[in-house]
DNA sequence: CTGAAAGCGCTTACAG
DNA sequence: CTGAAAGCGCTTACAG
């Protein structure tokens, strides 16, 4: 590697429209060859002559040359760009797998261009437009995909990965589990540990909803009475651990075990209960979901569950590389399933 | 708002490459104008007949047509994106502020492509120049910058804007406040509670380091011995506590506060110590750093440093919008400076 | 292995 | 208020 060339700006420079950028025709120039060969050197070098892609390279060192995408992009009309829609960056369930999957795309070559949806389907709409717009290979998202979504993706070449998630009918493909078997297995789990009075902390997601019903019904197929309730709001964060305890303090029937649709509220309810002289499990029992990096090194260690994130990547970027390569997907359904971890917390 | 076209996929159409998605001249052709009025009245509505403009609405509809950017982007030679680097994504001491930033940018139009760097340096070089390759408004990066990166930005008109750093020279724009001062200012306010045998942690980044200097030299200034340290990687997370902590417990003069590099991590060492059966902060104190969310919402409260996350973003906001309408930007220097919050844990 | 030329889908002076 | 035409910076058959 050469020494960069000497750093110029001084303050005067930067934001100045002075000199435009060099180009391909800048470069070929220098190069003393078309520019066609200066593309075909920048994208598959083989096929130019040793000598020729000597000076091209001096050429592209001088001139300090950067290719520009956009025109690249727009000519071959391929994008390399793909984009992640996901709720928020803080206290997210899905941040291990998305940093995992951005890791990897990365390396292969792809840019990731991220949305923050909140929880405002129009906002999901508009990233997706936005997306579409700068014509991505491919928009993975995390959230339920709406009409709306369905018809432009349907219009467009790019594919439309939704993980997390197991719909009937995806708009593009599916690379999730049952959120309804999460909870039913739950269910199973705390009756075979003996809890009696178990307290759901639900959030208003449809993900959340599925668990709830699984676990609501699987419960009252054990024969039990139905479970007492709190209702969050999304994401369900750490914070959510006061009221919520709150709540159960209050109730005549104390519950036994609390079920918490995420490790970061497992952990505030763990700190909640300590607070207030309880010992988890022994007093209280705590489940998690999602298995973050926390259940493992909480006091006590958290009981939650599994998504396995580095097989949803894997099947992420497989699935992109095939629709890059022109191939159609293999399934539309994935289902990777999930592991419930026993811990201490539980 | 009509309904939305009905959505046409069902699974053999996606990833085929069928027919091509509507272009400008399918519209213009549909409303029976010419291109150029439709791009006009998609730019700048106001410019074009109202009947006219009905026509096209009406043909837009019906044929689905989302704009290509990346063709605009070329043709105006703006882009409208932003490009924003940071470390990772979980146990980030920027997420707050991030979330809030790309949530306005969103909403004044701009996409945001979200680079993760890691710690290396050369992954921060490729994704500046990818974001540079793609012809960004601005980059923003959380991390320094490299000479390299320093050269392909002054070649382009891209601006580039350091947040939470405050060095020497800025490459373009820096918004954030001395760490050393920070390190100062905890060293101070140690000392004002009678502390006198404090504990850092600190993780290898010139950040930490710089905070790290300012306390030493503050600490003894106020005629204390050095402090006792542990070195942790990056980024400074929950997980980290066990293993400071039991370095804590070996010492032969026990600290009787714990300086840590971030909120995750404060959050971690009152969970061990509690386990351990101390209290925070009677038998030993915590202080965190950069406020996030949970240091408010711990059992005890952590005290921390706040760095105001919101005006940062207003900054940033403010000096992509004056660089986008062509202005230079006001200074090339914003101290936000930072405020101690004196909250349970110390 | 290399070049001339058309084309990707927009935007934007320039006329009218 | 609208259209014809040049141009943004690349890629890619097509020849040679």
Redesign the pocket.
């Known amino acids: 590697m050469t020494k960069p060339p000497p750093a110029s700006s001084n303050g005067t420079e930067q934001g100045s429209s002075a000199n435009?950028p060099?180009?391909?025709?800048d470069v070929a120039r220098e190069a003393?060859?078309?520019?066609?060969?200066?593309?075909?050197f920048?994208?598959n070098p083989?096929?130019?002559?040793e000598?020729?892609?000597a000076r091209i390279r001096a050429a592209i060192e001088l001139t300090g040359?950067i290719?520009?995408a956009?025109?690249?992009d727009?000519?071959?009309?391929?994008s390399r760009m793909v984009a992640v829609l996901i709720p928020h960056l803080e206290h997210s369930l899905f941040n291990d797998m998305i940093e995992r999957m951005v890791g990897e795309m990365t390396a292969s070559g792809n840019n990731v261009m991220i949305g923050l949806t909140g929880t405002s389907r129009d906002r999901t709409d508009s990233l997706v437009r936005a997306a579409l717009a700068r014509r991505v290979d491919a928009i993975i998202s995390t959230g339920p995909a709406s009409e709306a979504v369905d018809s432009m993706v349907a219009r467009s070449r790019t594919l439309f990965i939704q993980v997390w998630e197991l719909p009937e009918e995806p708009v593009g493909i599916a690379i999730g589990f049952s959120h309804e078997d999460a909870g039913r297995d739950i269910a199973r789990f705390l009756a075979s540990r003996g809890y009696q009075r178990p307290h759901l902390v639900t959030a208003d997601s449809p993900r959340a909803q599925a668990r709830k019903q699984g676990f609501f019904t699987e419960w009252q197929a054990l024969g039990h009475a139905p479970p007492s309730e709190s209702i969050v709001d999304m994401p369900t964060r750490f914070g959510h651990a006061r009221r919520v305890f709150a709540d159960i303090r209050r109730m005549d029937e104390r519950p036994d075990v609390v079920v918490c649709g995420s490790d970061h509220l497992a952990q505030g309810l763990i700190v909640e209960a300590q607070a207030a002289g309880l010992r988890v499990p022994d007093d209280l029992g705590v489940l998690g979901f999602g298995n973050n990096a926390i259940s493992g090194e909480m006091r006590p260690t958290i009981t939650s569950v599994d998504v396995d994130g580095a097989r949803i990547a894997r099947e992420v970027m497989a699935a992109i590389a095939r629709h890059q390569e022109g191939k159609d997907f293999l399934s539309r359904k994935i289902d990777v399933g999930f592991r419930l971890i026993a811990r201490e917390s539980v």
């Open positions: 435009r060099p180009t391909l025709t003393k060859v078309s520019s066609a060969t200066v593309s075909r920048l994208n083989g096929v130019v002559a000598e020729t892609g040359y290719p520009n956009l025109a690249g727009l000519a071959s009309s391929k």
